[in-house]
């Protein structure tokens, strides 16, 4: 009788596993999958929920009030582009089942700005991408290794590494401040390897480094970091971390009275993201900053006013910041991406027009990005400015000086690229 | 001999729950046989915490970074010595179960709120431990290739039905075992410990070496499914193993009835089903972004919310004790009427 009851249970459990796993149908293919007469699908992941997700979870917002604009003035040749958000809670694990819905339920012709470097090599390795031929255009993620062809053929960087970022602090500081005793707050893994690696390429010699291990920041570790500051007599000091050990420290800095010359790494560098954290802004006045896109602020950008106004329309109340900035790049960097493969776009002359035309494509970034059929390199420096009393970065004396160097051995060179002008109403030509 | 019997009944069906499945793999789509190996990797997961809490009765809230012992082990073994895969599986869980031995140690003194405190402290801060070690790969993680599937299978078979075909086979096996050693002397043990720890002992049962012994065999089939969740998703990284993961584990063999195997499968379904289908209710409804987003989490806290209302053991063991009194009671009259 038990033997019998426990077949049974058995039985239920198979029917109910082989319910759930035929329950959906397969929809019929096109011409290219994710491609139809009237519609483009495109597919992103990234974290929208859990702590990793502040500032982030503005960017599929952000890359959607992009694509409406678009869609409402004719999408790419009559096709609307369409934009499908999962949240992937910053988990791997989540980023694959989730990004495999994408690709063969949802059947989106291409992945947008995945976030992570966890994530982005957890999808490499499990979903394959490059083996379906699927594009990944333009991850969220610093890690230099998305840009290597042969590894990822199918993938595209777009922000600058963590090592060129260090590289063009390092050449700054050689310029500005020669002779002083620099500071380096960093974390304690692959982003602060990297960023170690980077100033050793400069030369820049520390007088006190002060790793902190992911997780671990908070308004007393802080005390802590700054004690080591204090003692080794910094003039500088670099805070090449997340925005909570940034806010963290400056905080602290501030209660203390502690006020060195700061200089903040552009991944714990939003001020809106600072400030929302309680850090007056005025501990940031005067501290110098990194960013490869112009000042969120800097309305006189044409750039700049055409994301904002548009955002302020599709998103009322979101204040634009650099999360919008970025989120909006992307989207207006992948419409010419899309205009430039074709009258019929498909995967692979999506992934060509990206090879040969990338590098030129129109986007408001004032520095150039690095794409060709050898490297999938994304943008490939920064401007430095400093922050206003009011907590927000602006070029210093008015102008974008930018540096550009790469993630090898190559020297930090003053930009001399000249940012062409915006497409006509921001549309792709 | 009549145990005999019922053994080998069991053994048959797990036999047969394997030609199953491997007709199934052939016949849905890649997405479901994805998804059927995520199930299977919880479906190992769950009947660990079923050994552990149900059977055992210690509440663990870190199986996520037994897990990450395992996936480590494994992927580390893979690495640096490119030992065959199911030899990495192997040491993933003797690997685990070492850990599983030493929280157990310290565990068998432990119990209710304390010991959940210091597994759930494990959970938290095992994972990180990766960041201080350059052969764990940091937070990038390292790669875990088990390779393609032999040639033999055919050109169009795919890399997933692989991972399936692994995970798959691995659940079966472990239920088996789990099976037979929860009806063995151990798990009555084990049983009459959780019962009541005084009588037990009066019975000559040691109750912390079984304690311990519990933790380790739960840790090492933890371990297992650990390697095969990085198995799954290709790589492992400490953010794979993150506290949510222990407590979707532990959700499952609530949802299961955690006090009995049977169940273990529809805990695992509704751990992988939930989210999709919270997706295509959103999107049927027309949902903003905030529900769609809030939705999965919702539906497993409302389902947890009334299995603990109504059907405290699970849905199989309230099923099965219905049909027993049903059956109880009709003996009952029939003797009567008799």
């Known amino acids: 009788m038990k033997a019998l009851n426990r077949r049974k249970l058995i039985t239920a459990s ?94 989106v012709m291409a992945l947008l700005a995945p976030l992570g470097t966890a994530n982005v090599k957890a999808v490499a390795s499990s979903v394959n991408p490059a083996r379906r031929g699927v594009p990944v255009l333009f991850v969220n993620t610093g890690f230099s290794g998305f840009a290597d062809v042969k590894k990822y053929p199918t993938t595209y960087a777009v922000l600058p590494s963590y090592i060129m970022e260090a590289k063009i602090m390092g050449e700054y500081i050689k310029e500005n401040f020669a002779g002083k005793k620099i500071g380096l707050l960093y974390q304690d893994d692959d982003f602060g390897t990297d960023a170690l690696a980077g100033f050793k390429a400069a030369g820049t010699k520390f007088a006190v480094t002060v790793p902190y291990a992911s997780g671990s920041q908070n308004a007393a570790a802080a005390a802590g970091w700054i004690t080591k500051f204090k003692a080794a007599e910094a003039d500088v000091v670099i805070l090449f971390g997340v925005s909570s050990a940034t806010s963290a420290m400056l905080g602290v800095a501030a209660q203390l009275k502690y006020a060195p010359q700061w200089m903040l790494g552009s991944v714990g560098g939003d001020a809106t993201t600072i400030k929302l954290t309680g850090v007056p802004a005025g501990v ?72 040969s035309k990338g590098a030129t494509f129109a986007n408001s970034a004032l520095v150039p990005a690095g794409y060709s059929k050898t490297s999938h390199v994304g943008l490939t420096g920064y401007w430095v400015g400093k922050y206003s009393p009011t907590g927000d970065l602006a070029p210093i004396g008015g102008t974008y000086v930018t540096y550009t160097t790469d993630s090898g051995s190559g020297p930090v060179v003053k930009s001399t690229y000249k940012r062409p002008a915006m497409p006509a109403k921001g549309l792709p030509n | 001999m009549h145990k005999a019997k019922q053994e080998s009944t069991h053994l048959t069906m797990f036999i047969l729950g394997g030609v199953v499945l491997y007709f199934l793999s052939g016949m849905v789509d890649e997405l479901r046989v994805y998804q059927g190996a995520t199930i299977a990797v919880y479906v190992i997961a769950i009947s660990s915490i079923i050994l552990l809490t149900g059977y055992s009765g210690q509440v663990s809230l870190g199986h996520g970074a037994l897990m990450a012992v395992g996936a480590y082990a494994a992927a580390v073994l893979r690495i640096e010595f490119n030992l065959p895969i199911i030899l990495c599986f192997v040491v993933a869980v003797l690997a685990a179960a070492i850990g599983g031995a030493l929280l157990g140690a310290a565990a068998a003194r432990l119990s209710g709120p304390y010991l959940a405190g210091t597994t759930l402290a494990l959970a938290i801060g095992l994972p990180s431990l990766a960041n201080q070690f350059e052969v764990l790969g940091g937070e990038q993680g390292l790669l875990f290739d088990v390779g393609f599937p032999p040639l033999a299978l055919g050109e169009e078979f795919t890399q997933y039905k692989w991972f399936f075909w692994i995970a798959a086979l691995a659940a ?49 089939i933890a371990g297992l499914a650990g390697a095969l969740l990085a198995m799954t998703i290709g790589t492992v990284s400490p953010s794979a193993f993150p506290l949510s993961l222990s407590f979707a584990v532990l959700t499952g063999a609530v949802l299961a009835g955690i ?79 008799q």
């Open chain 2, 172 to 220: 079966l096996i472990s239920m088996w075992v789990v099976r037979n050693l929860l009806n063995s002397a151990y798990g009555r043990a084990w049983k009459a410990g959780r019962g009541n720890e005084v009588a037990a002992q009066l019975t000559g049962i040691n109750t912390a070496r079984s304690k311990v012994l519990a933790f380790t065999i739960s840790a090492g």
């Open chain 2, 259 to 337: 006090t009995t195997l049977g169940g273990v499968i529809l805990g695992a379904v509704v751990l992988v089903i939930i989210p999709e289908l919270a997706d295509v209710i959103a999107h049927r409804l027309g949902a903003a972004e905030s529900v769609t987003i809030n939705l999965p989490g919702l539906i497993v806290s409302g389902l947890l919310i009334l299995t603990v209302l109504f059907v405290p053991n699970g849905p199989v063991e309230q099923h099965r004790a219905r049909k027993a009194k049903h059956s109880a009671l009709l003996g009952g009259t029939h003797k009567k009427m």
């Open chain 1, 284 to 355: 940031l006045y005067n501290a110098i900053g990194f960013s490869p896109v112009p000042a969120t602020t800097d309305m006189k950008d044409e750039y700049v006013k055409f994301f904002s106004d548009i955002y302020a329309k599709a998103v009322p109340g979101s204040p634009f910041d650099l999360n919008v900035l970025l989120g909006m790049n992307t989207a207006f960097m992948t419409a010419q991406a899309l205009k430039a493969a074709g009258i019929n776009p498909t995967r692979k002359s999506l992934l060509e027009a990206i090879d």
């Open chain 1, 14 to 107: 198979a029917v109910l596993a082989i319910v759930g796993l035929a329950s959906t149908a397969i929809p019929a293919q096109a011409a290219e999958v994710g491609v139809s007469s009237t519609q483009i699908k495109l597919g992103m992941t990234l974290p929208m929920t859990g702590t990793a997700s502040l500032g982030y979870n503005k960017i599929p917002g952000a890359a959607k009030a992009y694509f409406d604009y678009l869609n409402a003035n004719g999408g790419i040749n009559g096709r609307k582009v369409t934009l499908i958000v999962k949240d992937d809670r910053y988990v791997p694990t989540e980023a694959v089942s989730k990004t495999n819905e994408l690709i063969l339920k949802d059947k």
